[in-house]
């Protein structure tokens, strides 16, 4: 066998070999490459399921007394109905307890939110980004227990709200998107009843400057069934000033003080889409 004669085999083996890792590599799935009918498929997933906690760090100030400040945490779950270029419902519960505290006294607090929300989503070409504006009804419960000394005392805020936002999401590709949730939260019911002072309802002015920022993260399986999500968040909220009403209709003068909360934090949530 002469020279030229083994080099043309080499080079035959060589490109055999080479088509032949083409190939395999060519068969393998890839997340990143998708075509528009792909995310169509997709697109079928239109119940979305989240769970998980969350951490938060609070600030509390009365009006006109000094601010208590501590951590909180707690635990979270959402419901989506979310079918592109077509109605959104939504329904969340989040649960947080801690202490807050200063050089003179603490608060014990526990926030319980429910909300339901009901919208319509919009879709861009090949879903690469949504927007889906709602609202809905919402209702906050937060009790506390204030201890200065030996002294304590005890509230419970019952406070009726009307979500007013929108949700957006972005795909950056078929694992990974971010997004924003934003919500401004005004009063429309909003009472507090005092231990021991049984017996009462006390009102509370509304409150209108209630808002809520998130920035979720999506990190997701292929298929897209699966996914975590983390999701920093800020936000205020406000208790108005108290007048009593007792059974007899008689009108008291309270002076309890408005009270402003800004709770910062991050929601880490495992999602499933079907």
Not at 81 to 101: E, K, M, V
């Amino acid at each position: 066998m002469g020279l030229k004669t083994c080099v043309n085999v080499l080079l035959l083996s060589s490109f055999a070999l080479f088509s032949e890792e083409t190939y395999v590599a060519s068969c393998e799935p890839e997340c990143e490459v998708e075509t528009c009918e792909v995310k169509e498929m997709r697109c079928e997933l239109i119940h979305r399921f989240q769970i998980g906690g969350n951490y938060t760090y609070a600030w509390v100030t009365p009006e006109g007394n000094s601010t208590t400040t501590g951590s909180l945490g707690g635990v979270q779950a959402l419901y989506e109905y979310r079918p592109l270029n077509s109605i959104y419902a939504g329904a969340a519960f989040a649960w947080r307890q801690g202490t807050t505290d200063n050089d003179i006294g603490e608060r014990k607090l526990q926030d319980f939110n429910i909300q339901e929300r009901l919208g319509y989503t919009f879709a861009l070409s090949c879903d690469s980004a949504r927007l889906a504006p709602f609202t809905g009804i919402g209702v906050r419960y937060l009790p506390e227990t204030v201890r200065i000394s030996s002294s304590s005392v005890d509230f419970d805020y019952t406070e009726f709200y009307v979500p007013v936002g929108f949700l957006f999401e972005h795909e950056v590709n078929s694992t990974f998107s971010w997004g924003c949730n934003f919500q401004w939260m005004p009063q429309v019911f909003p009472l507090v009843r005092i231990q021991p002072l049984a017996g009462a309802r006390w009102d509370l002015t509304y409150q209108l400057n209630n808002f809520f920022v998130e920035v979720p993260f999506k990190i997701s399986a292929c298929d897209n069934h699966f996914s975590l999500i983390v999701a920093p968040f800020f936000e205020t909220w406000h208790d108005g000033e108290s007048t009593a009403k007792t059974d007899s209709l008689i009108v008291l003068e309270l002076g309890l003080p408005k009270n402003k909360y800004i709770f910062t934090g991050v929601n880490v949530n495992l999602a499933y889409a079907f």
